[in-house]
């Protein structure tokens, strides 16, 4: 089985440019959630989406959203980006209820906002 | 208020010995525990899971050990192999992995040859 795929893998944008991330989950999952990781902060969450629905939402501002198709496939969304939202974004997926429920990471996508 | 604690920034261990990576968490909700390892410029990959039903739990070289009273959990690893070198997340979910995982900020393991 394929693993957990994100595109792009990075990405360069400048202050108050919006950007769009994309998250390919393993196939067969159905949840998808989506992380945020910094050199202070460790992996902080930022949501879950199951089913094409929010299940879950981290503490981060309304200029983070996201979404979920009905292939399971995930976008996540930064508006009007800042200095301090340049970070690794992991999408993981997991099949609720499956008896080895376990989530499972992508490579990430390193975002540099200049 | 951080929920799930590793405390050591890092760790140095010789090949061949055993590593033991610990984590608190202060959660009482918690009770399915993962431990997940992470190389530079890559995602966490999943090493090891282990529910609040149990107190332990192996896979090959590696052990999860989780002390409820505690609220603790380790993570050994015996031998220790350079390719064990990378940064060790301790992670916890409620609801038996339906909520959010909650991470650490990780350890640092080096394996010295």
């Known amino acids: 089985k394929a693993g957990v795929t994100q595109t792009p893998r990075y990405l360069i944008k400048t202050r108050g440019q919006q950007v769009t991330l994309s998250c390919s989950p393993i196939?067969?999952?159905?949840?998808v959630s989506w992380y945020q990781q910094t050199p202070g902060q460790g992996l902080q969450f930022l949501f879950e989406?199951?089913?094409?629905?929010?299940?879950n939402k981290g503490n981060f501002p309304g200029r983070f959203s996201g979404r979920q198709f009905s292939n399971s496939r995930s976008e996540m969304n930064v508006s009007t980006l800042e200095l301090g939202d340049s970070a690794l974004y992991l999408c993981?997926?997991?099949?609720?209820?499956?008896?080895?429920?376990?989530?499972?990471f992508g490579p990430g996508t390193r975002l540099t906002v200049l | 208020d951080q929920q799930v604690k590793q405390n050591s920034p890092s760790l140095s261990v010789q090949e061949g010995r055993i590593s033991i990576l610990n984590c608190d968490y202060t959660?009482?909700?918690?009770?399915?525990f993962l431990w997940y390892k992470k190389y530079p410029a890559e995602g966490p990959t999943f090493l090891i899971s282990?529910?609040?039903?149990?107190d332990k739990n192996e896979d090959g070289r590696f052990t999860v050990f989780l002390n409820k009273s505690a609220k603790h959990l380790s993570l050994h690893i015996v031998p220790s192999q350079p390719g064990d070198s990378a940064v060790y997340f301790c992670?916890?979910?409620?609801?038996?992995?339906?909520?959010?995982?909650?991470f650490g900020k990780g350890t640092r393991l080096s394996v010295i040859a």
């Open positions: 992670a916890a979910s409620a609801g038996s992995g339906n909520t959010p995982l909650v």
């Open positions: 993981a997926s997991r099949n609720p209820g499956h008896s080895t429920d376990t989530q499972y």
């Open positions: 282990i529910s609040s039903i149990k």
């Open positions: 989406y199951f089913s094409e629905t929010q299940r």
């Open positions: 959660n009482s909700m918690f009770d399915y």
């Open positions: 196939s067969g999952h159905r949840s």
